[in-house]
């Protein structure tokens, strides 16, 4: 078990999924596209794929995505309204766990962060600077204190996008299924040998992954290394440090949360990669986080884990 205060070499930054070679012969695997990414299930053979796992992706792109000016999202965007404005009640329900999130963040997590993203060349997201503070949610409704104050849910609808498809899953009576939405996972049950679903934290060109161990709940990855850019020494990371309004500067280049729901994982990921390393770390041991954070020594990644993140080394 990794601790804070010890370490051990580990080379990996990116989040697969993954059943062992040896138990292929009794699963089945599927998938397809989902928000410009991709959607993957292993689950036992003889399953079928419910309907619903199609209809969650179309819902939840059609409210949240900054891309398709048709969805929720843009249209609130778009709005100079300063009223109260309806909005689906997946979108109340999810600004309500995103102010919640941005309150327990200390800021870290904030879903106005668009425009300062799309500054530095990701995302589409357009606007005046906001904070989170600036957005009221009632039931069913929204409103916003300035004009030109947009949304960014990015960091937290896929997250609630994988709990829907898990819970359709569930409903139509699978209840052992790994299931991978763009490099965030969750799983029930156990895999056809009896044992835990594992998921593994690696980078390619380095010898060691680190396994993390699912028998319920969701892990989510954020990390500064596969959306970003360098000019000069500068590494320019999609993640925004909240109290310089830049891209975060710091040694952290992966961070992996593990939780009851994916929309938990996903927020507190992007939270954590989002602040200096002490602070990712003092903060996710404030609340009590499984959390692998992946840091640069010197040119060589390491890990630091805090909570109980259950794992083994892999060679």
């Known amino acids: 078990m990794l601790t804070r205060r010890q370490f051990i070499h580990l080379t990996g930054a990116g989040l697969t999924a993954a059943a062992f070679p040896a138990w292929a012969r009794e699963l089945v695997t599927t998938g397809g596209d989902a928000f410009g990414s991709y959607w993957r299930l292993t689950m036992p053979r003889g399953a079928d794929v419910p ?3 199609a ?3 179309e819902m939840i792109d059609g409210v949240f ?3 398709r000016t048709d969805s929720d999202l843009s249209r609130v965007n778009r709005s100079q309204d300063t009223d109260w404005q309806p909005v689906p009640p997946e979108m109340a329900r999810l600004l309500l766990k995103a102010a ?3 309150r327990g963040s200390e800021g870290a997590f904030d879903p106005t962060v668009g425009p300062l993203v799309a500054r530095y060349g990701f995302g589409p997201i357009a606007g005046g600077e906001g904070r989170f503070a600036g957005i009221d949610v009632a039931e069913g409704a929204m409103r916003k204190i300035a004009p030109d104050l947009t949304l960014d849910l990015c960091g937290v609808a896929k997250g609630r996008a994988l709990d829907l498809m898990c819970e359709a899953l569930e409903a ?7 299931l991978d939405l763009g490099g965030e996972v969750a799983a029930r049950g156990l895999n056809p040998a009896g044992r835990s679903w594992q998921v593994g934290v690696d980078v390619p060109g380095y010898p060691m992954t680190f396994g993390i161990m699912l028998e319920g709940g969701a892990v ?3 990390g500064s290394l596969s959306n970003g850019y360098r000019i000069g020494d500068r590494l320019f990371s999609h993640i925004i440090d909240p109290s310089s309004r830049e891209p975060v500067e710091t040694l952290v280049r992966s961070v992996s949360v593990l939780a009851p729901t994916a929309e938990i994982a996903d927020a507190w990921a992007t939270a954590l990669m989002a ?4 602070k990712a770390l003092d903060m996710a041991e404030a609340n009590a986080l499984d959390a692998l954070i992946l840091f640069d020594d010197g040119g060589a990644l390491r890990p630091v884990a805090t909570g109980a993140m259950p794992g083994v080394m892999l060679g």
Do not use: K, Q
């Open 51 to 53: 309907r619903a796992m």
């Open 55 to 57: 209809e969650v992706i």
């Open 65 to 67: 995505s900054p891309y």
């Open 100 to 102: 919640d999130m941005a």
């Open 172 to 178: 139509a009576g699978i209840e052992d299924f790994l």
């Open 220 to 222: 989510a990855t954020s």
């Open 275 to 278: 602040v200096p390393m002490e």
